[in-house]
Nanobody, 123 residues
Framework: QVQLVESGGGLVQAGGSLRLSCAASGRTFSMHTKGWFRQAPGKEREFVAAITWSGGTTYYADSVEGRFTISTDNAKNTVYLQMNSLKPEDTAVYYC????????????????WGQGTQVTVSS
C-alpha cells in the first residue's frame, strides 16, 4: 500500500515558479512509476508529467514541456514537480499518482493518488 501527500501549491503571478512535493509512505514506492496530473474546474483530469521508477526517463505533456521538471528522490520517498514560467492556464488542482507498472498518461491506470494541492496563477 502506498499513501501520497502533496504540498507546495499556492498563488503565484504569471511567469513565476512553484515546486510541488509528493511524500509517499510504503516500502515499494521507489519501485513505482510516478506521475503528476491536474484538474481545472469543469475539466477532466489531465496528464502533466511522469517519471520511471529509477528516475531515468521522464515524460511531459506538450503544454508543459520545457517549463516543468519532474524528479524523484527515492531515498526520501518523494517526487517533485518544478514549475517555471507559470501561466494562468496552469491553474488547477495538482495530484501526484503512482503505479507499479510502466509509464502511462491514463489517469485511470494509476493505483495510488494524493489528495491534491491547489495551484493558482494570476495574470
Amino acid at each position: 500500500q502506498v499513501q501520497l501527500v502533496e504540498s507546495g501549491g499556492g498563488l503565484v503571478q504569471a511567469g513565476g515558479s512553484l515546486r510541488l512535493s509528493c511524500a509517499a509512505s510504503g516500502r515499494t514506492f521507489s519501485m513505482h512509476t510516478k506521475g503528476w496530473f491536474r484538474q481545472a474546474p469543469g475539466k477532466e483530469r489531465e496528464f502533466v508529467a511522469a517519471i520511471t521508477w529509477s528516475g531515468g526517463t521522464t515524460y511531459y505533456a506538450d503544454s508543459v514541456e520545457g517549463r516543468f521538471t519532474i524528479s524523484t528522490d527515492n531515498a526520501k520517498n518523494t517526487v517533485y514537480l518544478q514549475m517555471n514560467s507559470l501561466k494562468p492556464e496552469d491553474t488547477a488542482v495538482y495530484y501526484c499518482a503512482a503505479r507499479p507498472g510502466r509509464y502511462t498518461i491514463v489517469a485511470g491506470q494509476y493505483n495510488y493518488w494524493g489528495q491534491g494541492t491547489q495551484v493558482t496563477v494570476s495574470s
